[in-house]
């Protein structure tokens, strides 16, 4: 049941993106009097759920539930049907119309992505505010993991500023953190800058536990016990908060645990208080480092909600508030090309396809929730589509963007060459990302027929 929420929250954001998306470019058409012979959501090769033609269009429903597309007579498109290019440009072709047009009508669609992005961060502003853990309430600074530490983070720590900006929100945070060039801490009551080291972060990217590498710190209280651990066996019981590790002040797990490193198989004295009593316990670590105990995660999560804030907006600062959101996560997009051909993060490899994405969508219907995603993706499908790679939008409008400043078109030819190669590059891409997904191949295959538009291998499928 949690997997079909999942997969029907995915598929209704992304038929809402995509019709509209659509609209970005039939709209301008129809506006220019181009002719569109169709309007689909989601493909249909070989055949399709329902269609209806009303005027010279066909409006339809296609049974391959990713995407969509529109057709516009006399484009050089993915279906690659160049049969009516051969024929004179008639008046309603989209080759017959003027340069700038062409560009309107190409780049419609990202437009609308963007604004679309920008309405919904507004709207959410307006209706229940931003939600987000405050890092100025994280008093006692933060407690790091271990892939945390590897990229150059500390226990204590308190996050300054992120290439120079100051850092608000923990959520954004851990995010612009693994995109950042440098990031500025107060550590023992001094500014510290330092460049996030890559290893850490290939950690963080490749390690399923590791997403959330800082946390609020919480106190060292024991909760679960193993049978035959060396706490239990020396007497600690559920409840013991400890205050000192071999005679040393422990104020938060964190500071326990590093206490802990590398004390294999050596005795250890751990004072804690129970009952308003202070006890001491004296035993030895076992071979691995631990005494066979749990902290109260309780605590931790009490920890990370005492940071929780939401903030709420009246209307006008509701909508800046929405372009700066929208901005962020489009400026995001692009800072990940930096992790994802990186050699030694190799950001590539933790990619998701269509089954990562329905993994993100909440498993209860959570309006919020699925609206957010929805404004997000917006955002991430306008930059894919503005990359001026031929197949996408931005390829498109490359070519005319270098015939408003040439005043010469390029040539019909090169236009069906470039075409071809963008496929087959965007193609090599999306496998070499996704070509170790075995399990998921095929629903990877569909997703790159549908987000890249590679209706070169579903014959007549769409355009832009």
């Known amino acids: 049941m949690e997997l079909a929420t999942q997969i029907f929250q995915f598929i209704l954001s992304i038929s809402i993106l995509v019709i509209l998306h659509e609209l970005g470019h039939f709209l301008p058409a129809k506006w220019f009097k181009c002719r569109v012979d169709k309007f689909y959501l989601f493909f249909d090769p070989w055949f399709s759920l329902a269609k209806k033609k009303i005027g010279e269009t066909e409006y339809g429903i296609g049974w391959l539930p990713f995407g969509g597309y529109v057709k516009i007579a006399g484009m050089v498109d993915e279906s690659m049907d160049t049969e009516q290019l051969k024929q004179p440009a008639q008046p309603w072709e989209f080759r017959s119309k003027p340069a700038w047009q062409r560009l309107i009508i190409m780049l419609g669609g990202i437009f609308v992505n963007l604004i679309l992005a920008w309405a919904i961060y507004t709207g959410l502003n307006l209706s229940v505010g931003e939600k987000y853990h405050d890092l100025a309430k994280f008093e006692n600074g933060i407690a790091v ?31 612009n953190m693994l995109l950042a060039n440098e990031i500025t801490v107060l550590r023992n009551g001094k500014e510290v800058s330092f460049a996030p080291k890559e290893d850490g972060i290939a950690h963080i990217l490749g390690s399923k536990t590791a997403k959330l590498y800082i946390q609020n710190r ?21 409840g013991d908060k400890i205050v000192a590790l071999n005679g040393k002040t422990i104020r938060f797990f964190d500071e326990f645990s590093d206490g802990l490193a590398g004390k294999k198989n050596q005795p250890i004295t751990v004072d804690v208080f129970r009952n308003n009593e202070l006890k001491r316990f004296t035993f030895n670590t076992n071979k691995e480092g ?58 590539y490899k933790n990619v998701g396809g269509p089954i ?41 409008a490359l070519f005319t963007t270098w015939e408003l400043i040439t005043g010469k078109p390029v040539p019909q030819k090169v236009l069906e060459n470039a075409q071809m190669i963008g496929v087959i590059f965007l193609m090599g891409l999306m496998l070499l990302i996704f070509g170790s997904d075995i399990y998921s191949f095929c629903f990877v295959i569909l997703f790159i027929f549908s987000q890249l538009k590679m209706a070169l291998l579903l014959r007549n499928m769409g355009s832009i």
């Open 145 to 175: 993991s271990e892939e945390g530490a590897k990229m150059g983070l500390m226990n204590g720590d308190k996050i300054l500023k992120i290439d120079g900006k100051p850092a608000v929100r923990m959520e954004n945070s851990m995010i």
């Open 218 to 238: 919480f106190a060292p209280v024991v909760d679960s016990l193993t049978e035959e651990g060396p706490a239990k066996q020396a007497g600690l019981q559920k």
């Open 290 to 347: 631990k005494i066979g105990f749990g902290p109260d995660f309780g605590l931790a999560q009490k920890a990370i909600e005492q940071t929780e804030t939401t903030k709420e907006y009246s209307f006008l600062p509701a909508i800046g508030r929405g372009f700066e959101r929208t901005v962020e996560s489009l400026t995001m997009q692009i800072k990940q090309f930096k992790l994802m051909f990186n050699k030694k993060i190799k950001g």
């Open 356 to 396: 990562a994405i329905v993994k993100m969508m909440p498993k209860e219907i959570d309006w919020v929730a699925f609206w957010s995603f929805t404004a997000m993706f917006s955002a991430w499908l306008a930059f894919l589509n503005i990359l001026p790679i031929p197949g996408l939008d931005g390829g498109h």
